[in-house]
């Protein structure tokens, strides 16, 4: 049980309220003034603890950046993608503001203050609502699930409303646009995979030819991979093999015939083992000896003609082809040799296969997505997005779509519903019907016909009775006659 102890100093008589903890060890609850407002202290210790709401109340002296920095961020449990994002989500927007601040000293009232703060900085209300909603949040719910601060200060504050825009999906004819563009055959094979598929960009740039049953047709998506800064990953490397995808779920799905023949040739074409990735980075370059003779000169944006394999080619041509890049290297190479050069530290080779998306995007998808002239500029993701649009246009059923996808919920696949931009013409042909019924529409031409027909009727009963009345005339006038 609890008690109060006196306690004399230099500045008077205070009280110090002890209790003991839900270990038996023996907390302080605080030094005060009067032993009334010391028993208030312990006897609130107590409660807290007989309601599993046990904490040190000292605790929530320390500085919002200690405990996020020392306590919940290197424990909390989330996927290193995300913890890359959070780390920046911190720096960026949220310790600036409450790092040197004391735990017990935010409020509901601080942290409106900062939303506003951050509203006149120019901060998006999307991303706001993700620092506060999925930052702010979980770490004032550790703190109070841990005993750290006794309420929650983010709890019930609300952020401006950020509104969900439509989707624009890419139309069959706007993707085949965009393919044609494409730079190579394996860039164009990558993307029909893609929208043939749906699958995410590290589950599809994680595909392996193993995953693939060519007699069946059936994929297994089993992995995906995730392109990390080297020091949020576990090896201080770029890419990260996840063993499962987004969700934490594994799914089974077929693809078309043509798709799948297309991707067995692939395979056999580059000698692909069952563990080799159907699309990477590990392309040998072309042998500049076995090239046509007029293919080694080019014309630069300049204006003049280099030839490959140079170094004026390089650095005047702005050519970046390996042979041009290797000539460079062999130049700087040979200087160093000579103690011409104070060369920097050698960078590390990263040799791993996968493809960075950010590569990718700028070398192939950015620049078909040019030349195809769209008037919109669709994501490589937007594929995904397209992929269900066309399922579910084309009749397919909604869970089947939903296990394809890998949703958990299924009213996430009910937001491709009427995507298309032919989505609403049926609509469109209901409202006219009721607008204009085809009766109404068609009485003009009727009309017309109906009067034709009965002015021909009226003209032939007429003809009838002409002759009728000369018939008549005819027989009365040999009658007149004998009178």
Same mark, same amino acid.
């Given at each position: 049980?609890?008690?109060?102890?006196?306690?004399k100093g230099?500045?008077?008589?205070?009280?110090?309220?002890?209790?003991?903890?839900?270990?038996?060890?023996?907390?302080?609850?605080?030094?005060?003034?009067t032993?009334?407002?010391?028993d208030?202290?312990?006897?609130?210790?107590?409660?807290r603890?007989?309601?599993?709401?046990?904490?040190?109340?000292?605790?929530?002296?320390?500085?919002f950046?200690?405990?996020?920095?020392?306590?919940?961020f290197?424990? %909390?449990?989330?996927?290193?993608s995300?913890r890359?994002?959070?780390?920046?989500?911190?720096a960026?927007?949220?310790?600036p503001y409450?790092?040197?601040?004391?735990?017990?000293?935010?409020?509901s009232?601080?942290?409106r203050e900062?939303?506003?703060?951050?509203?006149?900085?120019?901060?998006s209300?999307y991303?706001i609502?993700?620092?506060?909603?999925?930052?702010l949040?979980a770490?004032?719910?550790?703190?109070?699930?841990?005993?750290?601060?006794?309420?929650?200060?983010?709890?019930?504050?609300k952020?401006?409303?950020?509104?969900e825009?439509?989707?624009?999906?890419i139309?069959?004819d706007?993707f085949?646009?965009i393919?044609?563009a494409?730079?190579?055959e394996?860039s164009?094979l990558l993307?029909?995979t893609?929208?043939e598929?749906?699958?995410?960009?590290?589950?599809?740039?994680?595909?392996?030819?193993?995953?693939?049953?060519f007699?069946?047709?059936?994929?297994t998506?089993s992995?995906?991979?995730v392109?990390?800064v080297?020091?949020? %990953?576990?090896?201080?490397r770029?890419f990260?093999?996840?063993?499962?995808?987004k969700?934490?779920?594994?799914?089974?799905?077929k693809?078309?015939?043509?798709?799948?023949?297309?991707?067995k040739?692939?395979?056999?074409?580059h000698?692909?083992a069952? =563990?080799?990735?159907?699309?990477?980075?590990?392309?040998?370059p072309?042998?500049?000896?076995l090239?046509?003779p007029?293919?080694l000169?080019?014309e630069?944006?300049?204006g003049?003609t280099?030839?490959?394999?140079t170094?004026t080619a390089?650095?005047l041509?702005?050519?970046?082809? %390996?042979?041009c890049?290797?000539a460079?290297?062999?130049?700087r190479?040979?200087r160093?040799?000579?103690g011409?050069?104070?060369?920097?530290?050698?960078?590390?080779?990263?040799d791993?296969p996968h493809?960075?998306?950010?590569?990718f995007?700028?070398?192939?998808?950015?620049p078909?997505?040019?030349?195809?002239?769209?008037?919109?500029?669709?994501?490589?993701h937007?594929?995904?997005h397209? %992929?269900?649009s066309?399922?579910?246009?084309?009749g397919?059923d909604l869970?089947?779509?939903?296990?394809?996808l890998?949703?958990?919920?299924?009213?996430?696949?009910e937001?491709y519903?009427h995507t298309?931009?032919t989505? =609403?013409?049926?609509a469109?042909?209901?409202l006219?019907?009721?607008r204009?019924?085809?009766?109404?529409?068609?009485?003009?031409?009727?009309l017309?016909?109906?009067l034709?027909?009965?002015?021909?009727?009226?003209?032939?009963?007429q003809?009838?009775?002409? =002759?009728q009345?000369?018939?008549?005339?005819t027989?009365?006038r040999?009658n007149?006659?004998?009178v």
């Open positions: 049980m609890g008690f109060t102890r006196k306690r230099p500045n008077g008589t205070r009280y110090q309220a002890l209790y003991n903890d839900a270990r038996g060890i023996r907390q302080t609850a605080g030094t005060f003034a032993r009334k407002e010391a208030r202290a312990w006897q609130r210790a107590e409660t603890i007989a309601e599993g709401k046990a904490g040190d109340p000292r605790r929530a002296r320390q500085t950046r200690t405990y996020v920095e020392e306590r919940w290197p424990n %909390h449990r989330i996927e290193a995300t890359q994002d959070y780390a920046y989500a911190l960026s927007h949220v310790m409450f790092g040197d601040m004391r735990l017990q000293d935010i409020t009232e601080t942290v900062w939303i506003t703060h951050l509203n006149k900085q120019g901060v209300a991303r609502k993700y620092c506060k909603t999925a930052i949040n770490i004032f719910t550790t703190a109070v699930n841990d005993g750290v601060l006794v309420y929650h200060p983010s709890r019930g504050v952020t401006d409303p950020v509104p825009k439509p989707r624009q999906i139309t069959a706007q085949a646009r393919y044609e494409l730079p190579d394996t164009k993307v029909e893609d929208i598929s749906g699958l995410r960009w590290g589950e599809l740039t994680e595909l392996r030819v193993k995953d693939l049953d007699a069946t047709s059936i994929l998506v992995r995906a991979v392109e990390l080297p020091k949020f %990953h576990p090896e201080g770029r990260l093999v996840k063993d499962y995808p969700g934490q779920r594994w799914r089974r799905f693809l078309s015939p043509q798709i799948v023949a297309k991707l040739s692939h395979a056999e074409a000698n692909l069952p =563990d080799d990735l159907f699309f990477s980075r590990r392309a040998e072309p042998n500049l000896e090239l046509d007029e293919a000169t080019f630069a944006p300049n003049r280099y030839t490959h394999g170094i390089y650095s041509g702005k050519c970046k082809c %390996h042979h890049r290797a460079y290297a062999a130049y190479a040979d160093r040799a000579q011409k050069d104070n060369p920097r530290k050698p960078r590390a080779i990263d791993d493809i960075p998306a950010s590569w995007r700028n070398h192939c998808w950015h078909a997505r040019a030349a195809a002239d769209l008037g919109w500029s669709p994501r490589i937007d594929l995904r397209a %992929h269900a066309w399922l579910l246009a084309g397919a869970q089947v779509v939903k296990e394809r890998g949703h958990r919920k299924i009213s996430t696949t937001r519903l298309l931009p989505a =609403d013409e049926t469109l042909d209901a006219a019907k009721i204009t019924p085809p009766s109404s529409q068609d009485a003009p031409a009727d017309e016909a109906q034709a027909e009965a002015q021909a009727k009226i003209t032939q009963l003809a009838v009775l002409a =002759d009345l000369i018939a008549q005339h027989e009365t040999p007149l006659r004998s």
